[in-house]
Structure formats: C-alpha cells, structure tokens
C-alpha cells in the first residue's frame, strides 16, 4: 500500500456539499482508503481572478493503486459532481490533484508527482501541514517553502472541521 495526499478544492455551487461528496467518492473507490483529512479552509483563487473563493482541504489515503489509476479515480470523481474543464485554474465544482505518492517522482503527459505547484500555494501546504507537520517535499520540509511563499493575496482562512466524515 502506498501513503498519497490529495489536495481537493471547490468554488461553484455548494462548495462545501462538493467537497463532502469527493470525500465520499474516495471513500467508496476500491483500492483506497482514506486515512486523514484536513480541516477545511477558504482561500482566494489563485491564477485566474474575478471568480468566488475556494473551500479546500487535504486528503491522506493509503491506495493499492498505480499513480495513474489514483489520477483515473480522481478524474471520475471530479466528473460524478459536474466538473467541466474550460478555463484552466478556472472556476469548478471539485477540484482533485495528487500532490504525492510515497516517494514517487515522475513526470508524464498527463500526471506530474510531487505536484509542480504545490510548494507554491498556501492553500495546499496550511491543510497538508495541519494533518502532517513534518511532512518534507522535494527534500525540504513543507513548512520551510510555506515560510517562502510571498504574500500575493493567498489568504487561508480557517472554515470548517471535516472530523466526522470519515469516522
């Protein structure tokens, strides 16, 4: 079994319903079993402006599967709950990445671990950090790049507890 952490995001509609269904879907996805979650946190979108902030939260599962399936089951889970691809970093319903996998580094066409922006986004190293405080990334412990990010409007807020979801 392999230790990956999934960063899941959502600005559109019932965000936090959005989130709450992405939970379940990996939940019931065969081959993986959720171990942790972050809390959830609001933050300002990132890359494209003028759409609503995002609630977002981490994911630590133990899975059985390939990098790829992971990205497989990720991408059906998006699809269940409405995401349609049209602007990149744009609004969506849910949003799922794959930041790590064990101590995987690989890099194809459609899948890049570590994730290649991670260590620049607040809104992903707060939640990774909140369920794994040690955590290191790229051989440098998260909360070192967290310190390194500039201060470019990425305000994470505290929003919610998710401690009952996966109880």
Not at 27 to 32: D, E, F, K, L, Y
């Amino acid at each position: 079994m392999a230790t990956a952490y999934l960063s899941m995001g959502s600005n559109l509609g019932d965000r936090l319903a959005f989130l709450r269904s992405g939970v379940k879907g990996l939940v019931a996805a065969p081959g993986v079993r959720v171990v942790k979650l972050s809390s959830i946190y609001e933050t300002t979108p990132v890359g494209v402006t003028g759409q609503p902030d995002y609630l977002n939260l981490v994911a630590a599962i133990e899975t059985g599967l390939t990098p790829h399936e992971l990205l497989s089951t990720c991408l059906a889970i998006e699809k269940e709950n409405g995401r349609e691809r049209s602007v990149r970093w744009g609004a969506r319903t849910l949003d799922l990445d794959i930041l790590l996998y064990d101590d995987v580094q690989m890099e194809t066409d459609d899948l890049v671990i570590p994730h290649p922006r991670m260590k620049e986004r607040a809104f992903v190293l707060v939640p990774l950090l909140e369920i794994e405080p040690e955590i290191v990334v790229l051989g440098q412990p998260a909360s070192v790049w967290l310190k390194q990010i500039p201060d470019k409007g990425q305000e994470v807020r505290y929003f919610a507890s998710t401690h009952e979801w996966i109880a």
